[in-house]
Protein backbone atom coordinates (compact mmCIF):
# COMPACT_ATOMS: atom_id res chain seq x y z
CA UNK A 1 0.00 0.00 0.00
CA UNK A 2 1.21 3.54 -0.81
CA UNK A 3 1.96 6.30 1.86
CA UNK A 4 -0.72 8.69 1.35
CA UNK A 5 -0.54 12.68 1.62
CA UNK A 6 -2.92 15.52 2.06
CA UNK A 7 -2.64 17.95 -0.42
CA UNK A 8 -5.15 20.45 0.23
CA UNK A 9 -7.98 21.50 2.71
CA UNK A 10 -11.03 23.63 2.98
CA UNK A 11 -13.94 24.27 5.15
CA UNK A 12 -16.83 26.90 5.16
CA UNK A 13 -17.65 28.44 8.64
CA UNK A 14 -20.02 26.81 10.48
CA UNK A 15 -23.82 28.23 10.85
CA UNK A 16 -26.95 28.51 10.26
CA UNK A 17 -26.57 29.05 6.64
CA UNK A 18 -30.19 29.26 5.55
CA UNK A 19 -29.40 31.18 2.51
CA UNK A 20 -26.82 28.09 0.95
CA UNK A 21 -28.36 25.18 -0.13
CA UNK A 22 -26.53 21.32 0.64
CA UNK A 23 -24.65 21.79 -2.63
CA UNK A 24 -23.33 25.20 -2.13
CA UNK A 25 -21.81 24.54 1.21
CA UNK A 26 -20.65 21.18 0.22
CA UNK A 27 -19.43 22.66 -2.82
CA UNK A 28 -17.47 26.09 -1.15
CA UNK A 29 -15.38 23.37 0.96
CA UNK A 30 -14.57 21.14 -1.91
CA UNK A 31 -13.69 24.39 -4.13
CA UNK A 32 -11.79 25.32 -1.20
CA UNK A 33 -9.80 22.15 -1.09
CA UNK A 34 -8.91 21.68 -4.84
CA UNK A 35 -7.26 25.38 -4.78
CA UNK A 36 -5.17 24.59 -1.81
CA UNK A 37 -4.01 21.90 -3.12
CA UNK A 38 -3.55 23.46 -6.85
CA UNK A 39 -5.44 21.12 -8.77
CA UNK A 40 -8.51 21.70 -11.08
CA UNK A 41 -9.62 18.27 -11.35
CA UNK A 42 -9.29 14.77 -9.11
CA UNK A 43 -10.04 11.25 -9.92
CA UNK A 44 -12.89 10.29 -7.60
CA UNK A 45 -14.83 12.04 -4.78
CA UNK A 46 -15.76 10.85 -1.85
CA UNK A 47 -18.54 12.30 0.97
CA UNK A 48 -19.35 12.23 4.24
CA UNK A 49 -22.67 12.45 4.95
CA UNK A 50 -25.66 11.35 7.72
CA UNK A 51 -28.99 13.13 7.27
CA UNK A 52 -29.60 14.67 3.81
CA UNK A 53 -31.90 12.03 2.82
CA UNK A 54 -34.34 12.41 6.70
CA UNK A 55 -33.38 16.63 6.86
CA UNK A 56 -32.68 17.43 2.93
CA UNK A 57 -34.70 14.81 0.90
CA UNK A 58 -31.46 13.87 -0.87
CA UNK A 59 -30.05 10.85 -1.37
CA UNK A 60 -27.21 9.93 -4.32
CA UNK A 61 -25.03 12.22 -2.50
CA UNK A 62 -21.82 11.51 -4.36
CA UNK A 63 -23.43 11.95 -7.81
CA UNK A 64 -25.46 15.39 -6.44
CA UNK A 65 -22.24 17.34 -5.13
CA UNK A 66 -19.96 15.96 -8.16
CA UNK A 67 -22.34 17.32 -10.58
CA UNK A 68 -22.36 20.42 -9.08
CA UNK A 69 -18.74 21.11 -8.75
CA UNK A 70 -17.98 19.36 -12.28
CA UNK A 71 -16.69 16.28 -11.51
CA UNK A 72 -18.50 14.74 -14.46
CA UNK A 73 -17.61 10.79 -15.51
CA UNK A 74 -15.74 10.53 -12.08
CA UNK A 75 -16.46 7.55 -9.53
CA UNK A 76 -18.67 9.67 -6.21
CA UNK A 77 -20.08 7.87 -3.53
CA UNK A 78 -21.63 8.62 -0.08
CA UNK A 79 -20.39 7.17 3.16
CA UNK A 80 -22.47 7.03 5.90
CA UNK A 81 -21.31 5.96 9.48
CA UNK A 82 -24.10 8.35 11.59
CA UNK A 83 -21.68 11.29 13.39
CA UNK A 84 -18.25 9.09 11.89
CA UNK A 85 -19.27 9.79 8.29
CA UNK A 86 -16.60 12.31 7.76
CA UNK A 87 -13.89 10.01 8.65
CA UNK A 88 -15.67 7.09 7.27
CA UNK A 89 -15.20 8.79 3.46
CA UNK A 90 -12.01 9.79 4.22
CA UNK A 91 -10.65 6.22 5.04
CA UNK A 92 -12.30 4.95 1.81
CA UNK A 93 -10.94 7.77 -0.33
CA UNK A 94 -7.49 6.93 1.71
CA UNK A 95 -7.85 3.20 0.61
CA UNK A 96 -8.52 3.73 -3.18
CA UNK A 97 -5.54 6.02 -3.77
CA UNK A 98 -3.25 3.78 -1.20
CA UNK A 99 -4.53 0.93 -3.11
CA UNK A 100 -2.80 2.62 -6.35
CA UNK A 101 -6.38 2.63 -8.09
CA UNK A 102 -6.59 5.79 -8.57
CA UNK A 103 -4.23 9.07 -8.30
CA UNK A 104 -6.14 11.08 -6.18
CA UNK A 105 -9.24 12.16 -4.15
CA UNK A 106 -11.39 14.81 -2.88
CA UNK A 107 -12.69 13.70 0.01
CA UNK A 108 -15.91 16.21 1.72
CA UNK A 109 -17.87 15.90 4.41
CA UNK A 110 -21.42 18.02 4.54
CA UNK A 111 -24.76 18.69 6.59
CA UNK A 112 -27.34 21.09 6.69
CA UNK A 113 -29.31 20.63 9.68
CA UNK A 114 -30.85 23.57 10.32
CA UNK A 115 -33.58 24.17 7.67
CA UNK A 116 -35.63 21.70 9.93
CA UNK A 117 -37.16 22.19 13.52
CA UNK A 118 -35.18 21.09 16.70
CA UNK A 119 -37.83 17.61 17.51
CA UNK A 120 -37.45 16.62 13.62
CA UNK A 121 -33.41 17.23 14.03
CA UNK A 122 -33.77 14.87 17.36
CA UNK A 123 -35.54 12.12 15.66
CA UNK A 124 -33.14 11.91 12.89
CA UNK A 125 -30.06 12.07 14.82
CA UNK A 126 -31.70 9.66 16.98
CA UNK A 127 -31.51 7.37 13.65
CA UNK A 128 -27.45 6.51 15.12
CA UNK A 129 -29.10 4.28 17.82
CA UNK A 130 -30.89 1.04 18.20
CA UNK A 131 -34.49 1.95 16.89
CA UNK A 132 -35.48 -1.58 18.50
CA UNK A 133 -33.95 -1.02 21.76
CA UNK A 134 -33.47 2.63 22.59
CA UNK A 135 -35.41 4.72 20.01
CA UNK A 136 -38.81 2.62 20.68
CA UNK A 137 -38.65 3.19 24.08
CA UNK A 138 -37.83 6.81 23.47
CA UNK A 139 -34.51 7.57 24.56
CA UNK A 140 -32.81 10.39 22.76
CA UNK A 141 -29.90 10.71 21.51
CA UNK A 142 -28.80 13.55 24.24
CA UNK A 143 -30.58 10.94 26.71
CA UNK A 144 -27.91 8.05 26.09
CA UNK A 145 -25.64 10.18 26.74
CA UNK A 146 -26.79 11.43 29.67
CA UNK A 147 -27.14 8.01 31.48
CA UNK A 148 -24.14 7.08 30.88
CA UNK A 149 -22.67 10.52 31.93
CA UNK A 150 -24.48 9.96 35.44
CA UNK A 151 -23.74 6.11 35.81
CA UNK A 152 -19.65 7.45 35.39
CA UNK A 153 -20.49 10.19 38.09
CA UNK A 154 -21.52 7.56 40.55
CA UNK A 155 -18.90 4.95 39.49
CA UNK A 156 -16.08 7.22 40.04
CA UNK A 157 -17.13 9.71 41.66
CA UNK A 158 -16.97 12.64 40.32
CA UNK A 159 -19.05 16.38 40.12
CA UNK A 160 -20.98 17.67 37.14
CA UNK A 161 -18.68 20.62 37.74
CA UNK A 162 -15.59 18.29 37.49
CA UNK A 163 -16.17 18.12 33.72
CA UNK A 164 -16.79 21.96 32.82
CA UNK A 165 -12.81 22.51 31.84
CA UNK A 166 -13.73 20.40 28.86
CA UNK A 167 -16.06 23.08 27.76
CA UNK A 168 -14.38 25.90 28.79
CA UNK A 169 -11.27 24.78 26.86
CA UNK A 170 -13.15 24.40 23.47
CA UNK A 171 -14.80 27.38 23.74
CA UNK A 172 -11.27 29.50 24.50
CA UNK A 173 -10.28 27.93 21.49
CA UNK A 174 -12.95 28.84 19.44
CA UNK A 175 -12.28 32.50 19.81
CA UNK A 176 -9.81 32.28 17.54
CA UNK A 177 -11.01 30.42 14.69
CA UNK A 178 -12.73 32.25 11.98
CA UNK A 179 -14.54 28.97 11.34
CA UNK A 180 -16.33 28.47 14.29
CA UNK A 181 -19.64 29.02 15.53
CA UNK A 182 -19.20 29.84 18.93
CA UNK A 183 -16.98 32.78 19.83
CA UNK A 184 -17.98 33.41 23.59
CA UNK A 185 -15.56 32.36 26.45
CA UNK A 186 -17.72 30.62 29.34
CA UNK A 187 -16.71 30.58 32.94
CA UNK A 188 -17.36 27.95 35.60
CA UNK A 189 -19.94 29.89 37.04
CA UNK A 190 -21.76 30.00 33.59
CA UNK A 191 -21.43 26.57 32.76
CA UNK A 192 -22.95 25.78 35.85
CA UNK A 193 -26.39 28.01 35.74
CA UNK A 194 -26.71 26.37 32.30
CA UNK A 195 -29.88 25.26 31.80
CA UNK A 196 -30.82 21.84 31.92
CA UNK A 197 -31.29 19.64 28.56
CA UNK A 198 -31.15 15.93 30.09
CA UNK A 199 -29.84 15.61 33.61
CA UNK A 200 -26.90 15.88 34.24
CA UNK A 201 -26.11 17.23 30.96
CA UNK A 202 -26.98 20.95 30.46
CA UNK A 203 -26.61 22.98 27.33
CA UNK A 204 -23.10 24.16 27.88
CA UNK A 205 -22.15 20.72 28.23
CA UNK A 206 -23.34 19.63 24.53
CA UNK A 207 -22.20 20.70 21.52
CA UNK A 208 -24.02 22.45 18.76
CA UNK A 209 -25.49 21.53 15.53
CA UNK A 210 -25.26 24.01 12.26
CA UNK A 211 -24.56 23.83 8.53
CA UNK A 212 -21.10 23.09 6.90
CA UNK A 213 -18.68 21.39 4.87
CA UNK A 214 -14.86 20.43 5.01
CA UNK A 215 -12.58 18.88 2.38
CA UNK A 216 -9.65 17.43 1.61
CA UNK A 217 -7.66 16.38 -1.52
CA UNK A 218 -5.20 13.19 -0.72
CA UNK A 219 -2.73 12.00 -3.50
CA UNK A 220 0.22 9.36 -3.31
CA UNK A 221 2.73 11.19 -1.29
CA UNK A 222 5.43 10.47 -3.40
CA UNK A 223 3.54 13.34 -5.47
CA UNK A 224 4.03 16.24 -2.57
CA UNK A 225 7.39 18.06 -1.75
CA UNK A 226 7.58 19.96 1.40
CA UNK A 227 6.82 23.50 0.40
CA UNK A 228 8.69 26.34 2.15
CA UNK A 229 7.31 27.05 5.58
CA UNK A 230 4.55 24.56 4.28
CA UNK A 231 5.51 20.84 5.65
CA UNK A 232 3.75 17.86 3.91
CA UNK A 233 1.15 15.86 5.98
CA UNK A 234 0.93 12.36 5.54
CA UNK A 235 -2.00 10.12 6.44
CA UNK A 236 0.31 7.49 8.85
CA UNK A 237 -2.64 5.61 10.46
CA UNK A 238 -5.66 5.29 9.38
CA UNK A 239 -8.31 2.26 11.64
CA UNK A 240 -11.87 1.92 11.90
CA UNK A 241 -13.74 -0.20 14.93
CA UNK A 242 -17.18 -1.48 16.04
CA UNK A 243 -18.86 -1.58 18.88
CA UNK A 244 -22.75 -2.77 19.46
CA UNK A 245 -25.22 -0.09 18.52
CA UNK A 246 -27.02 0.04 21.81
CA UNK A 247 -25.07 1.21 24.82
CA UNK A 248 -27.02 -1.45 27.15
CA UNK A 249 -25.31 -4.24 25.06
CA UNK A 250 -22.02 -3.78 26.17
CA UNK A 251 -19.74 -5.57 28.19
CA UNK A 252 -18.88 -1.75 29.98
CA UNK A 253 -21.19 0.82 29.02
CA UNK A 254 -18.53 3.31 30.49
CA UNK A 255 -15.44 2.25 28.57
CA UNK A 256 -15.24 3.34 24.41
CA UNK A 257 -13.90 -0.36 23.48
CA UNK A 258 -13.89 0.97 19.57
CA UNK A 259 -12.27 3.70 20.89
CA UNK A 260 -9.67 1.79 21.89
CA UNK A 261 -9.15 -0.37 19.60
CA UNK A 262 -9.02 1.93 16.52
CA UNK A 263 -6.34 3.73 18.33
CA UNK A 264 -4.13 0.94 19.78
CA UNK A 265 -4.32 0.23 15.24
CA UNK A 266 -2.98 3.26 14.77
CA UNK A 267 -0.31 3.39 17.24
CA UNK A 268 1.07 0.72 15.76
CA UNK A 269 0.74 1.12 11.93
CA UNK A 270 2.30 4.47 12.70
CA UNK A 271 5.12 3.69 15.15
CA UNK A 272 4.23 5.78 17.39
CA UNK A 273 3.15 5.85 21.51
CA UNK A 274 0.63 8.24 23.88
CA UNK A 275 3.76 10.82 24.59
CA UNK A 276 4.15 11.66 20.93
CA UNK A 277 0.95 12.84 19.98
CA UNK A 278 1.30 16.19 19.80
CA UNK A 279 -2.53 17.18 19.49
CA UNK A 280 -5.91 15.17 19.42
CA UNK A 281 -8.50 16.42 18.19
CA UNK A 282 -11.53 14.58 20.04
CA UNK A 283 -14.99 13.97 19.49
CA UNK A 284 -16.73 15.87 22.22
CA UNK A 285 -20.26 16.15 21.17
CA UNK A 286 -20.92 15.75 24.93
CA UNK A 287 -18.30 16.22 27.77
CA UNK A 288 -18.28 13.00 28.99
CA UNK A 289 -17.31 11.80 25.54
CA UNK A 290 -14.30 13.78 26.16
CA UNK A 291 -13.59 11.91 29.08
CA UNK A 292 -14.27 8.36 27.17
CA UNK A 293 -11.93 9.39 24.56
CA UNK A 294 -9.24 10.21 26.69
CA UNK A 295 -9.45 6.96 28.82
CA UNK A 296 -9.94 4.89 25.72
CA UNK A 297 -6.98 5.94 24.29
CA UNK A 298 -4.26 5.66 27.07
CA UNK A 299 -4.29 9.43 28.36
CA UNK A 300 -6.13 8.85 31.00
CA UNK A 301 -6.68 5.82 33.76
CA UNK A 302 -10.18 4.03 34.13
CA UNK A 303 -12.46 6.70 35.33
CA UNK A 304 -9.77 10.23 35.67
CA UNK A 305 -10.44 11.85 32.13
CA UNK A 306 -11.52 14.34 34.13
CA UNK A 307 -8.42 15.25 35.99
CA UNK A 308 -6.58 16.24 32.90
CA UNK A 309 -9.39 19.09 32.25
CA UNK A 310 -8.61 20.10 36.18
CA UNK A 311 -5.08 19.83 35.94
CA UNK A 312 -5.20 22.32 32.40
CA UNK A 313 -3.54 19.01 30.67
CA UNK A 314 -5.82 19.41 27.82
CA UNK A 315 -5.00 23.19 26.98
CA UNK A 316 -2.64 24.19 24.06
CA UNK A 317 -0.01 24.29 26.57
CA UNK A 318 -0.76 21.02 28.10
CA UNK A 319 0.58 17.59 28.57
CA UNK A 320 -2.26 16.50 25.74
CA UNK A 321 -3.77 19.27 23.75
CA UNK A 322 -7.56 18.92 22.63
CA UNK A 323 -9.70 20.30 20.39
CA UNK A 324 -7.71 23.80 19.74
CA UNK A 325 -10.00 25.03 17.46
CA UNK A 326 -12.78 24.58 19.45
CA UNK A 327 -14.07 20.92 18.74
CA UNK A 328 -17.44 20.27 18.59
CA UNK A 329 -18.49 21.87 21.12
CA UNK A 330 -17.42 25.58 20.10
CA UNK A 331 -16.61 24.85 16.32
CA UNK A 332 -19.83 22.63 15.79
CA UNK A 333 -21.16 19.73 14.95
CA UNK A 334 -22.63 19.53 11.31
CA UNK A 335 -22.55 15.83 12.07
CA UNK A 336 -21.50 14.60 8.62
CA UNK A 337 -18.79 16.58 8.11
CA UNK A 338 -17.23 16.59 11.74
CA UNK A 339 -14.96 13.87 10.74
CA UNK A 340 -13.36 15.87 8.06
CA UNK A 341 -13.40 19.58 10.40
CA UNK A 342 -11.29 17.15 12.70
CA UNK A 343 -8.74 16.50 9.99
CA UNK A 344 -8.54 19.88 8.65
CA UNK A 345 -7.84 21.32 11.94
CA UNK A 346 -4.92 18.96 12.81
CA UNK A 347 -3.46 19.47 9.27
CA UNK A 348 -3.85 23.17 10.49
CA UNK A 349 -1.78 22.74 13.28
CA UNK A 350 0.92 20.68 11.62
CA UNK A 351 1.33 23.49 8.86
CA UNK A 352 1.62 25.76 11.90
CA UNK A 353 -0.96 28.03 10.80
CA UNK A 354 -3.61 27.77 14.24
CA UNK A 355 -2.28 31.29 15.20
CA UNK A 356 -3.29 31.66 19.15
CA UNK A 357 -3.89 28.13 19.29
CA UNK A 358 -0.95 26.94 17.91
CA UNK A 359 0.54 23.84 19.26
CA UNK A 360 4.51 24.19 19.61
CA UNK A 361 6.18 22.28 17.63
CA UNK A 362 3.54 20.32 16.44
CA UNK A 363 4.78 17.61 14.06
CA UNK A 364 2.03 14.63 15.21
CA UNK A 365 -1.31 14.93 15.26
CA UNK A 366 -4.59 12.25 15.90
CA UNK A 367 -8.05 12.81 15.26
CA UNK A 368 -11.18 10.30 16.30
CA UNK A 369 -14.60 10.51 14.82
CA UNK A 370 -17.57 8.82 16.84
CA UNK A 371 -20.04 7.58 15.10
CA UNK A 372 -23.80 7.21 17.65
CA UNK A 373 -22.96 6.74 21.20
CA UNK A 374 -19.28 4.71 20.58
CA UNK A 375 -20.86 2.16 17.71
CA UNK A 376 -18.44 3.03 15.09
CA UNK A 377 -15.00 5.18 15.70
CA UNK A 378 -13.02 5.93 12.79
CA UNK A 379 -9.47 7.57 14.03
CA UNK A 380 -6.81 8.50 12.11
CA UNK A 381 -2.89 9.77 12.63
CA UNK A 382 -1.19 12.24 10.77
CA UNK A 383 2.61 13.19 10.57
CA UNK A 384 4.70 16.56 9.30
CA UNK A 385 7.49 15.63 7.84
Known amino acids: MRKVAILGIGQTKIDEQWDKSLREIGGEAAFAAMQDAGVDKVDALFVGNMLSPLIDGQNQLGTFLADWIGLWN ?32 LV ?34 VGI ?41 ITLDKFEKSSMVATPINLLDASPIGDGAAAVVIVPAEKVASLAGRPRVVIA ?20 SAAYESAKRCYEMAGVGIKDIDVFELHDAFSIMSALSLEACGFADRGQG ?48 CGETQVDGAKIGMAQNIGGSGASIITHILKAD
Open 74 to 105: KEAVKIEAACGSGAAALRAGLMAVASGDIESA
Open 237 to 256: ASAFSTDTLAVHSRKDPLFL
Open 145 to 185: NALVMRRYMHEFGWKHSDFAPFSINSHANAIHNPFARLHEK
Open 108 to 141: VGVEKMTDKAGHDITAALASAADADYEVEQGVSF
Open 306 to 353: PRLGLDNAITVKGQIPICTRGGLKARGHPVGATGIYQIVEVVQQLRGE
